[in-house]
């Protein structure tokens, strides 16, 4: 039954309003790494042949200098 569950959730058409805000803070927080953004990231999810296509689409003033690890 355990392995029905995760199938039937994996399948899925959709993700949730919870799921998205979640998702979109992550990336919001890891995009702030590398880019000054101009406003609030928004996530796209379409059904492909082989699962999804995620288009997250946000504007960004400028990019940050990166600054490589010793």
Known sequence: MKNLSKTLSLDREDVSETQRELFLKDF???AE???ESGSAPSLEVT???DGFLLCVIWTARRVKNAR???
Do not use: A, Q, T, V
């Open 28 to 30: 919001k927080k890891l």
């Open 33 to 35: 790494e590398y880019f």
């Open 47 to 49: 059904r492909s042949d």
């Open 68 to 70: 490589r690890i010793p």
